[in-house]
């Protein structure tokens, strides 16, 4: 079955610093892998994906992934961290076990960044 | 246009009401999809709909209804609804029908609480 995770519930770091979000995967063939953030009382926000390529996958706001086979990671990064980064990150693989390949994501649990100033 | 409109963004309903969250994008998009999400935990799929299809049904109890007029309209109807039933309801939709690569757009939510 595919899952992913999030082994951290919080991360905690100084405005500047660098961040990283960790995100494990276990999928059967190949993985299509996505992060998205969610700010307070609002939706999902797509911040970029993995399908085939570069390990090194850019997003928005100046995230990105590293993806990493051996280790079926996906880890989110960002160089200097910003206040504004603080919200809720969710890692997801796409679901193609089924029989109809229709936009089936299998979250993490989540990871609220907390940025400080 | 780049947004997924929810309306109503907060709902309170009792157990007896019936109700309907709409959902409206103007992106060309052929696959539209219901979530719904507790406080601080992920979204949970609960349908989605392809070219106007019902393709994904996840084994939601039937006091939740969907809808999908057309391209750009998606309702959920809502009657009956238990307190538990009480969370924040997302709108997503994608491109074409979902497939491996493409991301999804979410609304804002519509806050649902059940008294």
């Known amino acids: 079955a595919q899952s992913v995770a999030q082994p951290e519930d919080q991360v905690n770091v100084a405005e500047g610093n660098p961040l990283t979000v960790k995100c494990t995967y276990s999928?059967?063939?190949?993985?299509?892998l996505f992060w998205y953030v969610q700010y307070p009382n609002r939706g999902l926000q797509f911040l970029l994906k993995y399908i085939t390529g570069d390990n090194l996958v850019k997003g928005s706001y100046g995230f990105e992934a590293e993806f990493n086979k051996s280790q079926t990671s996906f880890h989110l990064k960002k160089p200097s961290a910003l206040v504004s980064d603080s919200a809720l990150y969710f890692c997801a693989v796409r679901d193609m076990s089924g029989s109809s390949n229709t936009g089936k994501l299998i979250f993490g649990q989540g990871t609220t960044l907390q940025v400080k100033p | 246009d780049t947004e997924v409109t929810q309306t109503p963004k907060h709902l309170v309903m009792g157990m007896t009401n019936k109700k309907s969250l709409k959902c409206e994008q103007h992106?060309?998009?052929?696959?539209m999809y219901w979530y719904k999400q507790k406080a601080k935990k992920p979204p949970e799929l609960m349908f989605v709909y392809s070219y106007e299809k019902l393709s994904i049904n996840e084994s939601v109890p039937s006091r939740f209804s969907p809808e999908c007029p057309n391209s750009s309209l998606l309702n959920l109807h809502l009657h009956a609804l238990q307190p538990e039933d009480s969370a924040l309801y997302l709108c997503?939709?994608?491109?074409?029908?979902?497939?491996?690569?493409?991301?999804?757009?979410f609304g804002s939510g519509t806050q649902l609480s059940v008294l």
């Open positions: 997503a939709s994608s491109p074409r029908d979902g497939t491996f690569n493409e991301k999804l757009f």
């Open positions: 992106m060309g998009h052929r696959a």
């Open positions: 999928v059967s063939g190949n993985p299509y």
